[in-house]
């Protein structure tokens, strides 16, 4: 019997085994490229192996995060846009074990669909290939489920998970922050992946199209909205190889207000200058088209800081020149002051 006849039963049912496989085929090479030495299986296995280098570790410790995308993806669908989705699912995996000093080293992902269109597939897996690039990781494998009336036509969901490793001594929590630190804010790409449930309700009932101009910028709508989350692991951890950094924070969801308390010790909060960086044009026209205050955008948004480093004040020039080195504007954003017990940990200055 073929293998055409062998899945002819199931593909009937609505789930195609040999799209499946095409698909492998055409991202095989590509996932390859993302291979470290550590990798020592091909894909297509039921589990990736990968070799931990202990080389220079006195006592490694693994550091596991896992995310989506959210309905970032609503937006990919309506507009067509698939390339970008997977740089961002990666993206809030391997910035969420940076705040602890780790350095990823492999990435797994789970791509769910009702009908499976390769084409498309293909583009959003080559976006996953494209985010661990970024951050210097192996895409060690993956799941592609096919699951007829489970999604709406055209539509899928992305998860995904990151290992990465750290030295015990290493490990960065916020432990050491002390009074008189400075908040080091990273310039954000936009939007990242988060808020998107408001996004999507402000761009339906706006005159805006997919392809217009956005206002403040020289980009399409399209472009702004689905601009992809950015990796920070390579300026970071080039920044925390030599320099002391003793506190991290991803800004995600929830924004500043809900984000960098999860660092804090006991005793003190952050004062934020809110004026002392520059907000993208997307957020500007949130604020207005939304009738939202900044505060409340700062416990939505990452308003343009997409990552924190805490360090001691007389780093900040190394600091600052580092990142600018490589290419990522960043701003003396606030301080660290000591905090009573019925005040605020976070509090802004607009």
Known sequence: ??????????????????????????IKKMVGTTF?????????????????????????????ATDGVGTKLKLAFLFDVHHTVGIDLVAMSVNDILVQGAKPLFFLDYFATGKLEVEKAEKVIAGV???????????LGGE????????GSGEYDLSGFCVGMVDFDKIVDGSQIRKGDILIGLASSGLHSNGFSLVR??????????????????K?????????TKIYVKPVLNVLRDLEIRGMVHITGGGFYDNIPR??????????????????????WIKEEGNLSWEEMANIFNCGIGFILIIKPDLKEDVLLRLKAQQIDAWEIGRVEICSSNEEVVQIKF
């Open 1 to 26: 019997m073929s293998s055409s006849n062998r899945t002819a039963a199931y593909k009937d049912a609505g789930v195609d085994i040999e799209a499946g496989n095409l698909l492998i085929s055409r």
């Open 36 to 64: 470290t030495r550590g990798v020592i299986t091909d894909l297509g296995g039921f589990g990736g192996l990968f070799k931990i280098d202990m080389e220079g570790l006195k006592q490694p410790v693994l550091v596991g």
């Open 129 to 139: 290939v494209e985010g661990c690039k970024q951050a210097g990781c192996a895409l």
């Open 144 to 151: 592609t489920a096919e699951m007829p009336d489970f999604y």
């Open 201 to 218: 309700k402000l761009f339906s009932s706006s005159k805006l199209q997919r392809d217009d101009k956005f206002p403040g910028t020289d």
């Open 220 to 228: 399409n709508v399209w472009e702004v909205l689905l601009e992809p």
């Open 263 to 284: 660092i804090l010790p006991t005793g003190v909060k952050v004062v934020i200058d809110f004026n002392s960086f520059v907000k993208p044009a997307v957020f500007h």
